[in-house]
């Protein structure tokens, strides 16, 4: 058996795929080489209980025929066995024979319980879940591996309840249409009930919560408290929180989602921690019709899923959830494969429900409604793989998606989210905010992202789903970003495509922070697309109680002057005209700003081209300066009421003004260059009354 060529990271799908298929021949020809060796341990099983068997007769015997003591001649032989150990008395001898089988037993035991030495056929037609159940029950007890060897075994029952290891080299295949799960993973111990009041620090952020000799424990807190309000259902989210406490000082990993404020309010579980589990291998196929199959439900902690495949084999048929894992932290998949959860409402691959410390690694998650799904998801990973269908948290807390190819949007509410060195595929987004619970707190990161659409007409990086929400009580003041950041995003398009970098919508009736600190850097274009960096509304519902930044760099809007598309809109819907966006942009070119005169307190441009209009009136006031430094304009007109600082700029073409000429505003100017022919703009300098110098 040769070794796989391993993929690198400059292959395509077309050459990766001889070291795909090397790599599945050679895992084919361990599984065939692991399975004969199965079998062989079987036998060495049987070998030794008879012999176990044969021994104990012997001694029966023996008991029967010598005395302690006897000297003669062949009881004396008879107490040395074949190493030359000699022993005071026969049954001596016998005993410890006893005790040597035994332990070869237990040896041959602890390699695992095997479902065909319970009777297990394997034919793909015979219900062997009678056997399974036997023999699951057994390794449970033993707590040794559940050994499924090569074959299909046809299992329709109850569902089979696992606490222990499984290894899998065969197939399972499950009816979709009994109404039963196929395995419940769960935990040996049973829960402890903690008093709320051994609690404290219970604020969002902390890592301790000072409950004291509970370390290697796993708490779950639930709470009466209302989370948030949920726009178009008719129940709330809970406050609730699943973290592991590391130490008997009552620190805990990850840190706590939810501050609580009332301790009478809360119920605290606690799970002993107990032996990690590693389930190899796990094949399952869903047969027949049917569209609720609910195929396994994880309620333990520390599970490393090895390989776990789901499939479903008619087509017409769908499953309502993969795997579901719920009360849990420090579950990690490596490589998973399933297809088909795409149950219209459900649908979900893997579902991630009050769990936290979640890693999924390569994952090729296809034909489901939701790749990944879950609420109150804290600290989770995707590295790696293929997904077909959203990933969507409901809740969540510090997500990120690395190294993954989406062909999918990514839906989210909660705090903390980066997604980078991403391929997305055919979307109409990247980042959604959930209208449900339309709330986006915390660091946004996302950077390093190849798009590639054929059609459609728009593709946003992060906005909300939907722009225009009708009033609702969400229960608490929605929180956006403290810091957005937008770097190095590559988009392959038709020119007439639209790309948004942040699309916040312009009515959302309900109280909320303001956006903060938005940065979008190098959005680059293969067919000179449009772009619109960001559409941003300073909304009268924005808490604002203090000048939030924007800042834009790096980005050719050559795309939108045939159209005149604005590059950067900041508008305003409120009558606030002491604060406003502080916003910088800095080698850009040919950017058409749309910036109303109250939603701006400060606004500076360097290194930039500016096309066809500057700025818009929609205030009597004048808030701040607009301060220009090497920037060209040509062909353009001041559509503000403000004040300009002139730093090193050129002027082309026709230069006009809105609603009055440049000659009534206040400017100051160094060094302008005014080339021949340009018109409109004032030829005397209003701070010494010397004439500008043209060229």
């Not at 062989?40 to 021994?55: C, E, L, V």
């Not at 990973?381 to 269908?389: L, N, S």
């Not at 300073?538 to 834009?552: T, V």
């Not at 007109?637 to 073409?653: K, L, P």
Request: hydrophobic share 35%.
């Amino acid at each position: 058996m040769a070794d796989a060529p391993k993929i690198l990271g400059t292959d395509s799908l077309r050459s990766a795929y001889p070291k795909l298929n090397s790599a599945i021949d050679n895992s084919n020809e361990a599984l065939t080489k692991a399975g004969s060796a199965d079998g062989k341990a079987d036998n060495a099983i049987t070998t030794a209980n008879t012999a176990k068997s044969t021994a104990e007769n012997v001694q029966t015997q023996f008991n029967q025929v010598v005395i302690d003591g006897d000297s003669s001649v062949e009881a004396a032989q008879a107490r040395v066995d074949a190493d030359g150990n000699a022993f005071t008395t026969l049954k001596e001898r016998l005993d410890d024979r006893d005790a040597q089988l035994a332990q070869k037993t237990n040896d041959l035991e602890g390699r695992g319980i095997n479902v065909k030495s319970f009777g297990a056929v394997g034919d793909g037609i015979t219900n062997d879940h009678t056997s399974f159940i036997s023999a699951t029950e057994k390794a449970n007890l033993l707590d040794v591996p559940l050994i499924i060897p090569n074959g299909e075994f046809f299992i329709d029952g109850e569902t089979i309840e696992i606490t222990t290891d499984v290894v899998c080299y065969g197939l399972i295949t499950t009816p979709n249409d009994n109404g039963k799960k196929l395995f419940l993973i769960k935990r040996k111990n049973q829960p402890q009930t903690v008093s709320s009041s051994m609690l404290s620090g219970l604020i969002k952020g902390s890592s301790n919560i000072g409950l004291t000799g509970y370390a290697n424990y796993d708490l779950l807190l639930q709470s009466s408290e209302v989370l948030i309000n949920r726009n178009g259902y008719g129940n709330p989210y809970y406050k609730n929180d699943m973290v592991s406490v590391i130490n008997n000082s009552g620190k805990i990993t990850p840190q706590l989602d939810c501050t609580y404020d009332s301790v009478e309010s809360l119920t605290v579980t606690a799970f002993r921690k107990e032996k990690p589990l590693t389930i190899n291998g796990l094949s399952i196929e869903t047969v027949g019709g049917g569209v609720d199959k609910e195929v396994i439900d994880c309620e333990r902690s520390d599970v490393i899923f090895n390989n776990f495949k789901l499939n479903k084999q008619d087509s017409s048929s769908s499953i309502k959830a993969g795997i579901n894992i719920f009360n849990s932290v420090n579950i990690v998949f490596n490589l998973p494969t399933i297809n088909g959860a795409d149950t219209t409402g459900y649908g979900y691959g893997i579902s991630l429900s009050k769990s936290s410390l979640c890693s999924i690694y390569d994952g090729f998650i296809t034909n489901c409604r939701h790749a990944i799904s879950g609420r109150h998801m804290n600290d989770i990973k995707i590295v790696g793989g293929t997904y077909e269908g959203n990933i969507d948290s409901h809740w969540g807390n510090n997500l990120l998606i690395d190294k993954a190819t989406l062909h999918s949007s990514v839906r989210y509410a909660g705090t903390n989210i980066m997604i980078k060195n991403v391929k997305v595929v055919d979307v109409p987004a990247l980042l959604e905010i959930r209208n449900d619970t339309p709330e986006l707190d915390g660091v946004v990161i996302i950077e390093n992202i190849e798009f590639t659409r054929k059609d459609g007409e728009t593709f946003t990086i992060v906005g909300h789903s939907t722009l225009d929400l009708t009033a609702y009580d969400f229960g608490r003041v929605i929180k956006n970003p403290n810091k957005v950041s937008i770097k190095n995003v590559r988009v392959d398009a038709p020119t007439d495509f639209v790309v948004y970098g942040v699309r916040v919508g312009r009515v959302r009736d309900y109280n909320q922070t303001y956006w903060d600190n938005i940065e979008v850097n190098n959005i680059e274009t293969v067919n000179k697309s449009k772009i619109i960096s960001i559409e941003i509304v300073k909304n009268s519902n924005f808490y604002i109680i203090k000048n939030p930044s924007i800042k834009i760099s790096n980005i050719d809007f050559e795309g939108n002057v045939s159209s005149n598309l604005a590059g950067l809109t900041v508008r305003r819907d409120d009558t606030d005209e002491t604060h406003g966006y502080v916003i910088t942009v800095e080698n850009c070119n040919k950017l058409y700003p749309i910036i109303d005169t109250a939603s701006a307190i400060n606004v500076k441009f360097k290194d930039v081209s500016l096309h066809y209009r500057l700025g818009r009136v929609n205030s009597s006031a004048n808030i701040g300066d607009w301060i220009f430094d090497k920037c060209a304009f040509k062909d353009i007109n001041f559509y503000h009421e403000g004040n300009y600082d002139f730093n090193n700029c050129v002027f082309e073409g026709t230069i006009s003004a809105y609603p009055n000429n440049l000659n009534t505003r206040t400017m100051s100017n160094i060094n302008p260059l005014v080339k021949t022919g340009c018109t409109g703009y004032p030829t005397i300098n209003k701070i010494d009354g010397s004439k500008y110098i043209t060229a």
